[in-house]
């Protein structure tokens, strides 16, 4: 079963029409290693939280939404 974290990224980046490639790059992570977090299987480092906030633009309920999510 999926983690709410990996539901949430993987929204984010299909509603900005982006494939995993295009999110690792904008957020200088390997595909495979946002792969990783998106299924699950590693844990996203507390700095990669600031980092989506800041690239994707969130508005405070975004980022409230994402909180929740990790």
């Given amino acids: 079963m999926r983690k709410k974290l990996g539901i949430f990224l993987k929204k984010l980046r299909i509603d900005h029409d982006e494939i995993l490639m295009d999110m690792?790059?904008?957020?200088?992570?390997?595909?495979?290693?946002?792969?990783?977090?998106?299924?699950?299987?590693?844990?996203?480092?507390?700095?990669?939280?600031?980092?989506?906030?800041?690239?994707?633009?969130?508005?405070?309920e975004q980022r409230s939404e994402f909180e929740l999510a990790v």
């Fill in 24 to 60: 690792a790059q904008k957020l200088g992570v390997s595909a495979a290693f946002l792969s990783y977090v998106e299924n699950g299987k590693k844990v996203m480092p507390e700095a990669m939280f600031d980092k989506i906030c800041s690239v994707y633009e969130f508005t405070s």
